[in-house]
T-cell receptor, first 109, second 115 residues
Framework: QQPVQSPQAVILREGEDAVINCSSSKALYSVHWYRQKHGEAPVFLMILLKGGEQKGHEKISASFNEKKQQSSLYLTASQLSYSGTYFCGTDLYGNKLVFGAGTILRVKS | EAQVTQNPRYLITVTGKKLTVTCSQNMNHEYMSWYRQDPGLGLRQIYYSMNVEVTDKGDVPEGYKVSRKEKRNFPLILESPSPNQTSLYFC??????????????FGPGTRLTVL
């Protein structure tokens, strides 16, 4: 039931782009994205709702393919501050989230 | 300041000694939840509460209890802790009355070690 995230880790240079994928085996109500920096709590980035509505971050975008039960997070022109672990959370019934194992992103100068 | 607080932040205890980790939010949120985080496994939900009247199990509820007597507080209780409950615990809250559709605000975390 846990969604599968890929890649597990990625290293970028400042200014490069990255895509993080999240795939579920079940139909999704919504997908949530969070970022966690080392030693800190997860912080909200984005929610993608069934039907296409999207709420979230200015410089980070995402897509949600309901038919394929997949979501992708797009980080463009990455900055050092983007480093951290990214988690997707899948919402099956509108009452709880199941998080993936996370994708470690490191941005180098 | 709008926030979720947890106490204690760090705790080392021994097997079988009952403990409670408190969680409080000052944002008047309906939804509250507990997660544990273990390396390579991400965040796994222990229990959640849609409101003061509805509390339900998450994916890993064994060995844990919760209580939601008032909206702002959602303590996590370990009646008889065991070493496999050594983990980093996060409390979170969300304003939604229909589940976690909205942003979840996480507390700072409680690192628990059970010897």
């Amino acid at each position: 039931q846990q969604p599968v995230q890929s890649p597990q880790a990625v290293i970028l240079r400042e200014g490069e782009d990255a895509v993080i994928n999240c795939s579920s085996s079940k139909a999704l109500y919504s997908v949530h994205w969070y970022r966690q920096k080392h030693g800190e709590a997860p912080v909200f980035l984005m929610i993608l709702l069934k039907g296409g509505e999207q709420k979230g971050h200015e410089k980070i975008s995402a897509s949600f393919n309901e038919k394929k039960q997949q979501s992708s997070l797009y980080l463009t022109a990455s900055q050092l501050s983007y480093s951290g672990t990214y988690f997707c959370g899948t919402d099956l019934y509108g009452n709880k989230l199941v998080f993936g194992a996370g994708t470690i992103l490191r941005v180098k100068s | 300041e709008a926030q979720v607080t947890q106490n204690p932040r760090y705790l080392i205890t021994v097997t079988g000694k009952k403990l409670t980790v408190t969680c409080s939010q000052n944002m008047n949120h309906e939804y509250m939840s507990w997660y544990r985080q273990d390396p390579g496994l991400g965040l796994r939900q222990i229990y959640y509460s849609m409101n003061v009247e509805v509390t339900d199990k998450g994916d890993v509820p064994e060995g844990y209890k919760v209580s939601r007597k008032e909206k702002r507080n959602f303590p996590l209780i370990l009646e008889s802790p065991s070493p496999n409950q050594t983990s980093l615990y996060f409390c979170a809250s969300s304003p939604g009355t229909s589940g976690p559709f909205n942003e979840q605000f996480f507390g700072p975390g409680t690192r628990l070690t059970v010897l």
